[in-house]
T-cell receptor, first 115, second 112 residues
Framework: DGGITQSPKYLFRKEGQNVTLSCEQNLNHDAMYWYRQDPGQGLRLIYY???????QKGDIAEGYSVSREKKESFPLTVTSAQKNPTAFYLC??????????????FGSGTRLTVV | GENVEQHPSTLSVQEGDSAVIKCTYSDSASNYFPWYKQELGKGPQLIID?????GEKKDQRIAVTLNKTAKHFSLHITETQPEDSAVYFCAAPNNAGNMLTFGGGTRLMVKP
């Protein structure tokens, strides 16, 4: 079955550490996205990529970095510069659109906690 | 850019009643409007969507209506059940049409 997989489901980070969240999709989607969700809050865009080897900052990119070396993969690194990283992180993918648009497919999320 | 506002932020209904969530958007060129359901600790899932060439779409107990003139669209859930309890998000494409802008979410609670 096609889908989008995030790992790990739970992640604990010590102060000053960088951690990387994995996102893999086998839907042949061109576009991929990372969102941050705080308790009881909506979705805030961190980074997005419309095509391999290209990505753009979203609304809250500071303290995060990404890469898009393969169409299937869009890992997110939470760096030590991110002062409040405890949150639920969601990855999504979609067919890149002009004209006829399709919805996103979301992963099941990674819950990151600073210890 | 596109601005999507969603109301109410929380909604509590009795089991069997109907629930309505409304979203407004700013870009009159937007042509695609999805709704997502997010259960606790999970990622959002697409439950229904509508394109601008129709005014209403139904799927069993769920329906979405679109008013292009007023630039708003609504999610209607009839005969609500406890398993409908979740956070619901609406969305609309941004100006460039290459990504979605999400509403702030509605927490729906269905009381048995």
């Amino acid at each position: 079955d096609g889908g989008i997989t995030q790992s790990p489901k739970y992640l604990f980070r010590k102060e000053g550490q960088n951690v990387t969240l994995s996102c893999e999709q086998n839907l042949n989607h061109d576009a991929m996205y990372w969102y941050r969700q705080d308790p009881g809050q909506g979705l805030r865009l961190i980074y997005y990529s419309q095509i391999v080897n290209d990505f753009q900052k979203g609304d809250i990119a500071e303290g995060y970095s990404v890469s898009r070396e393969k169409k299937e993969s869009f890992p997110l690194t939470v760096t030590s510069a991110q002062k409040n990283p405890t949150a639920f992180y969601l990855c999504a993918s979609s067919t890149s659109g002009t004209g006829y648009y399709y919805g996103y497919t979301f992963g099941s999320g990674t819950r990151l906690t600073v210890v | 850019g596109e601005n999507v506002e969603q109301h109410p932020s929380t909604l509590s209904v009795q089991e069997g009643d109907s629930a309505v969530i409304k979203c407004t958007y700013s870009d009159s060129a937007s042509n695609y409007f999805p709704w997502y359901k997010q259960e606790l600790g999970k990622g959002p899932q697409l439950i229904i969507d509508i394109r601008s060439n129709v005014g209403e779409k139904k799927d069993q107990r769920i329906a979405v209506t679109l008013n292009k003139t007023a630039k708003h669209f609504s999610l209607h859930i009839t005969e609500t059940q406890p398993e409908d309890s979740a956070v619901y998000f609406c969305a609309a494409p941004n100006n460039a049409g290459n990504m979605l802008t999400f509403g702030g979410g509605t927490r729906l609670m269905v009381k048995p």
